[in-house]
């Protein structure tokens, strides 16, 4: 240890906050019944035993928990399938092995999910009903060891556990930004099975290599090798991935490429012609293709946000209604799935909006109900399902596709609320959307909010939010670091919200917007007090992280990026409020000042070419470049990295043009010249 990080660690002690020194780890998310006792069982000196039956996806989960506890207790964890004294921790699966969900999945104490757990000073027993339950069971072991080294110890504890939904993922955008690498995927899955998920949208615009079509994004696709193995590597977490391609819009990556474009319904559109007799030739093969590569028994065809439908039904349609177009387009596509036995699943928006053909869909469909807030009511997104013998799941989201940082209050409060509107229709699935809409997303710290949402899906009842962020650090973080993280994690989302009042929700969007622009000064100077409380939560949470940071170990890699997205805040509020600052001091100098009046405002105030406020903001921007390019090149491949940077260049260059301009307004002044309007001389003017 450093002598920064003994400095650390001794304010860390003094600084801990209650819930660090609770008797009893939080568990996330929680279990159903558990009954604590007053003895504790010691992990040093015991092992792992598993019966000689024991399938692969059973060793896998004895493997992972001896891994665990070695580590914990920095001693030997065997997993022996021969008995060596009591001190031992027995898996037993009860059932056959299942490891993945079916069509048929049912929630309950009875499913294959379920598991009991009971350990007491003499040894520990896990009985399961499949492997997936035996390694939900695993997952909340490894919750309950409490201390380190010779100090670890299990608590006397007796637990049952099963969950409220009987299908509960995340849906990962793959096509919309940056494309995360292989072994991203796999961090993602590791992170999954720790809030025991058992489903992954592996969503695809044109983000899966498919034969025969070479020219359809080569660089931002993954090979059908590496998805076979990302399969594999989710397997063995008992999470089934799913497809989640899109068959009717959100397809311009295939409708850019000239040999397609007449595919389209408006030429270099987005969405398919469901009109030509090719459209459905194209649709059997990759359907064909898709179908064998994911063994998943569900198939999610997309077919949302179907923008140019009504307009092609007007101008081509013959006069047909789009409702009537779109369900000719579906049945297509869904006889196509069907033929290669997979159950399809569909967003419900386009069916929502022509509810007359609820009815025409096939009673073994699956529709998905998606909205990620702010809403007052969610029935109406679900009630012209409730009488269709269809399946119904919700679809959620970590609002993190246009922000500066996640809304995580926003997105709590979008699975709160939505799920216990999806709980009263009998929903039996959620999938939590993690979109990357804007391109510069990073994607890691949305890990909280897909924790949040796996853990409100497996629970029964709301989780309490107020103290999600310290009970998610405990788990995720070592007790040095933990401290710190959870109350930065709260700061960014304070933050974030203050900026949003601001900026509106969109912040990322407006993070690169013309801060001198009429409108924004406007909102900026109504809202000085959010734009000065957004910088206070900033650097509080920045001084936070970098404690953390200190530390040297972040074994969840979300630390960096959470630093980057709260100096990211810092530097979208420190602009708009200089803005402001800027925009006074011009309008200070009155309609005709003389030349010697420009010395303070423009030299020593604005411009001065080191400590000015356009110097700072050009040192803030290029200081933050190369820690989000690192950011960045950690989780994703280099597609569209160059692109995304470009944005900071261009922030840069704003900052120096203006400099530049106010520099030549000055040399040229003469007394007595009117005073321009301040907008005039901005670089996007």
């Given at each position: 240890?450093?002598?920064?990080?003994?400095?650390?660690?001794?304010?860390?002690i003094?600084?801990?906050?209650?819930?660090?020194?609770?008797?009893?780890?939080?568990?996330?998310?929680?279990?159903?019944?558990i009954?604590?006792?007053?003895?504790?069982?010691p992990?040093?000196?015991?092992?792992?035993h598993?019966?000689?039956?024991?399938?692969?996806?059973?060793?896998?989960?004895?493997?992972?928990?001896?891994?665990?506890?070695?580590?914990?207790?920095?001693?030997?964890?065997?997993?022996?399938?021969?008995?060596?004294?009591?001190?031992?921790?027995?898996?037993?699966?009860?059932?056959?092995?299942?490891?993945?969900?079916?069509l048929?999945e049912?929630?309950?104490?009875?499913?294959?999910?379920?598991?009991?757990?009971?350990?007491?000073?003499?040894?520990?027993?896990?009985?399961?009903?499949?492997?997936?339950?035996?390694?939900?069971?695993?997952?909340?072991?490894?919750?309950?060891?409490?201390?380190?080294?010779?100090?670890?110890v299990?608590p006397?504890?007796?637990?049952?556990?099963?969950?409220?939904?009987?299908?509960?993922?995340?849906?990962m955008?793959?096509?919309?930004?940056?494309?995360?690498?292989?072994?991203?995927?796999?961090?993602?899955?590791?992170?999954?099975?720790?809030w025991?998920?058992?489903?992954?949208?592996?969503?695809?615009?044109?983000?899966?290599?498919?034969?025969?079509f070479?020219?359809?994004?080569p660089?931002?696709?993954?090979?059908?090798?590496?998805?076979?193995?990302?399969?594999?590597?989710?397997?063995?977490?008992?999470?089934?991935?799913?497809?989640?391609?899109?068959l009717?819009?959100?397809?311009?990556?295939?409708?850019?490429?000239?040999?397609?474009?007449?595919?389209?319904?408006?030429?270099?559109?987005?969405?398919?012609?469901?009109?030509?007799?090719?459209?459905?030739?194209?649709?059997?093969?990759?359907?064909?293709?898709?179908?064998?590569?994911?063994?998943?028994?569900?198939?999610?065809?997309?077919?949302?946000?179907?923008?140019?439908?009504?307009?092609?039904?007007?101008?081509?349609?013959?006069?047909?209604?789009?409702?009537?177009?779109?369900?000719?387009?579906?049945?297509?596509?869904?006889?196509?799935?069907?033929?290669?036995?997979?159950?399809?699943?569909?967003?419900g928006?386009?069916?929502?909006?022509?509810?007359?053909?609820?009815?025409?869909?096939?009673?073994?469909?699956?529709?998905?109900?998606?909205?990620?807030?702010p809403?007052?009511?969610?029935?109406?997104?679900?009630?012209?399902?409730?009488?269709?013998?269809?399946?119904?799941?919700?679809?959620?989201?970590?609002?993190?596709?246009d922000?500066?940082?996640?809304?995580?209050?926003?997105?709590?409060?979008?699975?709160?609320?939505?799920?216990?509107?999806?709980?009263?229709?009998?929903?039996?699935?959620?999938?939590?959307?993690?979109w990357?809409?804007?391109?510069?997303?990073?994607?890691?710290?949305?890990?909280?909010?897909?924790?949040?949402?796996?853990?409100?899906?497996?629970?029964s009842?709301?989780?309490?939010?107020?103290?999600?962020?310290?009970?998610?650090?405990?788990?995720?973080?070592?007790?040095?670091?933990a401290p710190?993280?959870?109350?930065?994690?709260?700061?960014?989302?304070?933050?974030?919200?203050?900026?949003?009042n601001?900026?509106?929700l969109?912040?990322?969007?407006?993070?690169?917007?013309?801060?001198l622009?009429?409108?924004?000064?406007?909102?900026?100077?109504?809202?000085?007090?959010?734009?000065?409380?957004?910088?206070?939560?900033?650097?509080?949470?920045?001084?936070?992280?970098?404690?953390?940071?200190?530390?040297g170990?972040?074994?969840?890699?979300?630390?960096?990026?959470?630093?980057?997205?709260?100096?990211?805040?810092?530097?979208?509020?420190?602009?708009?409020?200089?803005?402001?600052?800027?925009?006074?001091?011009?309008?200070?100098?009155?309609e005709h000042?003389?030349?010697?009046?420009?010395?303070?405002t423009?030299?020593?105030?604005?411009?001065?070419?080191?400590?000015?406020?356009?110097a700072?903001?050009?040192?803030?921007?290029?200081?933050?470049?190369?820690p989000?390019?690192?950011?960045?090149?950690?989780?994703?491949?280099p597609?569209r990295?160059?692109?995304?940077?470009g944005?900071?260049?261009?922030?840069?260059?704003?900052?120096?043009?203006?400099?530049?301009?106010?520099?030549?307004?000055?040399?040229?002044?003469?007394?007595?010249?009117?005073?321009?309007?301040?907008?005039?001389?901005?670089?996007?003017?």
């Amino acid at each position: 240890m450093t002598s920064l990080q003994r400095v650390l660690l001794v304010m860390t002690i003094v600084l801990v906050p209650p819930w660090a020194v609770a008797e009893h780890n939080p568990l996330l998310p929680r279990p159903k019944e558990i009954h604590y006792g007053a003895r504790t069982f010691p992990v040093r000196g015991l092992y792992v035993h598993l019966p000689s039956s024991s399938a692969p996806e059973d060793r896998f989960a004895a493997e992972q928990l001896a891994d665990f506890l070695a580590t914990r207790a920095k001693a030997p964890v065997p997993v022996s399938e021969a008995r060596a004294g009591n001190r031992a921790i027995m898996l037993t699966r009860t059932g056959p092995v299942h490891p993945l969900p079916g069509l048929d999945e049912i929630p309950g104490p009875d499913s294959r999910e379920a598991y009991a757990l009971k350990v007491t000073p003499g040894g520990a027993e896990v009985r399961a009903n499949s492997s997936a339950g035996e390694f939900y069971a695993v997952q909340t072991l490894c919750q309950l060891v409490e201390g380190d080294s010779g100090d670890a110890v299990i608590p006397e504890v007796e637990i049952r556990d099963w969950p409220s939904l009987a299908y509960r993922g995340i849906m990962m955008d793959l096509s919309h930004g940056p494309l995360p690498t292989e072994e991203e995927v796999e961090r993602q899955l590791d992170f999954l099975g720790r809030w025991k998920a058992n489903q992954y949208y592996f969503y695809s615009e044109a983000s899966i290599e498919l034969e025969g079509f070479p020219l359809l994004n080569p660089a931002g696709r993954f090979s059908k090798e590496q998805v076979r193995r990302i399969i594999a590597y989710a397997r063995n977490r008992h999470i089934d991935v799913v497809p989640c391609v899109e068959l009717y819009g959100h397809l311009h990556d295939l409708f850019r490429i000239e040999r397609y474009s007449d595919l389209a319904a408006v030429p270099h559109g987005s969405e398919f012609n469901p009109l030509k007799p090719q459209v459905k030739a194209l649709l059997a093969d990759w359907i064909g293709q898709l179908a064998d590569l994911f063994p998943s028994p569900f198939f999610h065809v997309g077919m949302d946000e179907t923008w140019e439908l009504e307009k092609f039904a007007k101008s081509e349609g013959g006069g047909r209604p789009p409702g009537e177009l779109y369900l000719h387009h579906f049945r297509t596509v869904a006889d196509l799935v069907s033929s290669h036995h997979k159950h399809v699943m569909v967003w419900g928006d386009i069916f929502k909006k022509y509810p007359e053909m609820i009815s025409q869909l096939p009673p073994d469909a699956t529709v998905v109900a998606w909205d990620y807030g702010p809403t007052q009511d969610y029935n109406p997104l679900l009630k012209p399902f409730a009488n269709s013998p269809v399946r119904k799941f919700i679809a959620t989201g970590v609002t993190i596709w246009d922000q500066v940082s996640p809304d995580f209050n926003l997105s709590f409060q979008n699975i709160d609320e939505f799920l216990a509107t999806g709980r009263q229709y009998g929903v039996t699935g959620m999938m939590n959307t993690i979109w990357y809409d804007d391109a510069q997303v990073l994607a890691r710290s949305s890990y909280p909010g897909i924790a949040y949402g796996a853990a409100a899906a497996w629970q029964s009842e709301p989780l309490p939010r107020a103290h999600f962020f310290s009970e998610y650090a405990r788990q995720m973080y070592s007790p040095f670091v933990a401290p710190w993280v959870a109350p930065a994690l709260e700061d960014l989302a304070q933050a974030e919200t203050h900026l949003q009042n601001v900026l509106g929700l969109d912040s990322m969007i407006s993070f690169w917007r013309d801060p001198l622009a009429p409108d924004r000064l406007e909102s900026a100077r109504a809202h000085r007090d959010d734009l000065h409380q957004t910088r206070l939560l900033a650097e509080d949470a920045q001084e936070k992280l970098m404690r953390a940071l200190a530390f040297g170990k972040d074994p969840s890699g979300t630390l960096s990026s959470f630093l980057v997205q709260a100096r990211m805040l810092d530097y979208a509020a420190m602009k708009n409020l200089y803005a402001v600052e800027i925009a006074d001091f011009w309008r200070q100098l009155g309609e005709h000042p003389k030349r010697e009046d420009l010395g303070f405002t423009l030299f020593a105030e604005i411009n001065y070419h080191d400590h000015g406020r356009t110097a700072d903001l050009m040192d803030a921007i290029t200081e933050l470049r190369e820690p989000y390019r690192a950011a960045w090149l950690e989780a994703y491949t280099p597609y569209r990295l160059e692109a995304a940077l470009g944005k900071w260049d261009a922030e840069f260059q704003y900052w120096w043009k203006l400099k530049l301009r106010l520099d030549s307004f000055e040399a040229n002044f003469h007394d007595g010249d009117p005073l321009p309007p301040l907008e005039s001389l901005s670089p996007d003017h």
